[in-house]
């Protein structure tokens, strides 16, 4: 087994059932059981269980859900040890003091909203690894030379308003107050969302934190793609956050007869959204660069079987890996878009609702990552995030890492959305590796 004098670091890998979750997979000769990932595991359920829909998992920025969601985590919070509060747009925000009070912190975080009928990782499995490594540290009375805050943005997700990392820009000072003004699909604006959920819509500012305060933005994440579980790791380094160009067309035709309305004579709102939605999936398809175009949201007025469609409303996502290609795509989208619509005489309403520009995670921190995933036994893969996260608000306050947790199929945004209990574990063992052994940059 040994080969000579050459240090062979023995790795064992225990398989477990994910249910007794006693012993989990084992980094170089240590020996733990799985109690952060077996905590992890029950709470991910617990929370994934707060939806506004009984069967599936909706859980929507202001709504009375996510209130409840925001209540359940910062009983959490306390139970680790943290003070918790409830911050001026809705994150969830906890603190754990340094061996003083006081001190700068590092900052863990992810968000606690959801997608419409949604996985219950995406999002809450970095918020609760976060807790659980804050109470591990509780538990053992341990205090380091800084303040450990954990949050939960309550809007990574942007489902209710056409805007989206709306928790984090808070934090970060740069939340655009125009948004407050925009309306969900019932017509409540975010100002009336906000007074609703006990906030006061026009003190969204003291959210913002001072680049003083962080010392680092860290946040643990599932994968949501397979390159983890292609590389059999449960963990890796993320190198950047690819960022995202959302867009909102409406179409406006002519409604009609379906009976009547000769084929030549028709400004059929939802053919003219058929072809666009063909035009974009063909550009990226064609496309050798990695682009990838969605088309999420549809709506065709007024919706009736015999009625040709005289409105459609719908949405346009499109991302790359550099901002330079997704904004040269976007532009080609825009192009074609506007020549289908002059061509079937349909009037066309094009807007960008949100950009966020790609964001890299600090060297430093990609580092200070690699290492906690090395020294559980693992091997330190980097890959980037195709995924938008807070990260990409928070890069203007501080500076960014992130550590992938490896999700079944790589599946997301979908209710078979997983990650194995022995995943979760490896996941908080790295976050609090990299937690104790963080210091300060210097300079
Ligand atoms: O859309 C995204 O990439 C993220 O899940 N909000
Ligand atoms: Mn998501
Ligand atoms: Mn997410």
């Not at 992890?40 to 994934?48: A, P, T």
């Not at 809450?124 to 976060?130: E, K, Y």
């Not at 959920?197 to 010392?215: I, S």
């Not at 290609?325 to 807007?351: G, S």
Request: glycine share 10%; aromatic share 4%; proline share 4%.
């Amino acid at each position: 087994m040994f080969a000579g004098t050459e240090l062979v670091s023995i790795v064992v890998r225990t398989a477990v059932s994910a249910e007794d979750g006693k012993l989990a997979e084992m980094g170089a000769g240590t020996v733990h059981d799985a109690s952060l990932g077996n905590e992890i595991v029950r709470r991910i359920n617990e929370l994934g269980a707060i939806s506004e829909e009984p069967e599936k998992l909706t859980r929507i920025f202001l709504s009375k859900e996510l209130r409840q969601a925001a209540d359940l985590i910062m009983g959490w919070m306390r139970e680790a040890g943290m003070s918790a509060h409830l911050d001026a747009i809705g994150n969830v925000c906890g603190r754990y003091e340094g061996v003083r009070p006081g001190m700068p912190c590092l900052m863990l975080g992810s968000h606690y909203d959801t997608v419409r009928d949604a996985g219950k990782w995406d999002g809450p499995l970095g918020v609760i690894t976060a807790i659980s490594c804050v109470a591990d540290l509780n538990r053992r009375g341990k205090r380091l030379p800084f303040a450990i805050e954990v949050i939960g943005f309550a809007d990574e997700e942007g489902v209710r308003f056409a805007s989206t990392l709306l928790g984090s820009r808070a934090v970060a000072g740069t939340f655009d107050e125009s948004v407050l003004n925009t309306r969900d699909r019932d017509g409540v604006s975010m100002r009336e969302a906000l007074v609703q959920f006990g906030l006061d819509p026009d003190h969204v500012g003291a959210a913002a934190r001072a680049r003083r305060e962080l010392l680092a933005y860290l946040e643990l994440h599932i994968e949501q793609g397979p390159v983890l579980e292609a590389q059999n790791l449960p963990v890796g380094v993320v190198t950047a956050i690819a960022g995202a160009t959302r867009l909102a067309a409406r179409l406006t035709g002519m409604a009609g007869h379906a009976g009547t309305v000769p084929m030549a004579l028709r400004r059929d709102a939802l053919a003219g959204a058929a072809e666009c939605i063909n035009a974009i999936e063909q550009l990226c398809r064609t496309d050798e660069g990695g682009l990838v175009g969605t088309v999420g949201y549809i709506q065709a007025r007024p919706g009736a079987t015999n009625v040709i469609p005289g409105e459609v409303s719908f949405t346009i996502d499109m991302r790359a890996p550099t901002d330079m290609h997704r904004k040269r795509a976007v532009a080609d989208v825009v192009r074609q878009i506007e020549a289908i619509a002059k061509r079937r005489q349909l009037a066309l309403q094009l807007d960008v609702t949100h950009e966020n520009r790609t964001a890299p995670c600090a060297a430093w921190l990609k580092q200070r990552i690699a290492q906690g995933i090395e020294a559980e036994g693992f091997s330190a893969f980097e890959l980037p995030s195709g995924a938008g996260h807070d990260g990409m608000a928070m890069i203007d306050i501080a500076d960014v890492g992130m550590i992938f947790v490896r999700c079944r199929g790589g599946i997301s945004h979908h209710p078979d959305e997983h990650v194995e209990l022995t995943d979760a574990d490896a996941g908080a063992r790295v976050l609090l590796r990299v937690i104790e052994n963080f210091r300060p940059r210097k300079g």
